[in-house]
């Protein structure tokens, strides 16, 4: 199984939304409902965001949300705040597995 | 509350193997997975593979096969990873995280291979 692709980094002012993409093909991201989404700060455990591409643990601010379209993941973080700036990673079901995806550096501005 | 507390960081030679162990609390041993995932220094977060408590059935990630070994002791709510046959590219910390969701994970363990 290949990673999932994101993109490097991802940046935007406090305030402002931001999105990162996760893209995979028809036998994982595409063909399950079962995408989640990490965050993780420097040295630190990865905390749950999403789940199940669009649902959210409890804890988890309103800010973060998820959707999917096609092979294609997606989480948004909107209304930006400094405590935002880390690592995000994607994770899928790829039928006899998982697969997470390259990880994202979000940098407040 | 829920935890997965992991055994302390290890030093190992090339060619040696090492256990990793994960014991979880605060909720019912047998109803969720545990996934092994692993991050090199700076690196990503990579899938291992899941182990089922209740059976003790395994799925491997291919890259792994046939070097890793998952395993759980139900008396001690305790699970394994072991990794044989180490190369230098097999240092980083190694989790253990709960269901299918990861919604728990462990502090993480720091294995370190060098001769």
């Known amino acids: 199984q290949s990673a999932l692709t994101q993109p490097r980094s991802v940046s935007g002012s406090p305030g402002q939304s931001v999105t990162i993409s996760c893209t995979g093909t028809?036998?994982?991201?595409?063909?399950?409902?079962?995408v989640s989404w990490y965050q993780q700060y420097p040295g630190k455990v990865p905390q749950l965001m999403i789940y199940?591409?669009?649902k959210r643990p409890s804890g988890v601010p309103d800010r973060f949300s998820g959707s999917n379209s096609g092979n294609t993941a997606s989480l948004t973080i909107s209304g930006l705040q400094a405590e935002d700036e880390a690592d995000y990673y994607c994770?899928?079901?790829?039928?006899?597995?998982?697969?997470f995806g390259t990880g994202t550096k979000v940098i407040v501005l | 509350q829920v935890q997965l507390v992991q055994s302390g960081a290890e030093v190992k030679k090339p060619g040696a193997s090492v256990k990793v162990s994960c014991k979880a609390s605060?909720?019912?041993?047998?109803?969720?997975?545990i996934h092994w995932v692993r991050q090199a220094p700076g690196q990503g977060l990579e899938w291992m593979g899941i182990i089922n408590p209740s059976g003790g059935g395994t799925d491997y990630a291919q890259k792994f096969q046939g070097r890793v070994t998952m395993t759980r002791d139900t008396s001690t709510s305790t699970f394994y990873m072991e990794l044989s046959t180490l190369t230098s590219e097999d240092t980083a910390v190694y989790y253990c995280?709960?269901?299918?969701?990861?919604?728990?994970w462990g502090q993480g363990t720091l294995v370190t291979v060098s001769s």
């Open positions: 995280a709960r269901r299918e969701r990861f919604d728990y």
């Open positions: 199940d591409v669009t």
């Open positions: 994770c899928s079901y790829a039928g006899s597995g998982y697969v």
């Open positions: 605060g909720y019912t041993f047998t109803s969720y997975y």
């Open positions: 028809s036998g994982d991201v595409g063909g399950y409902n079962s």
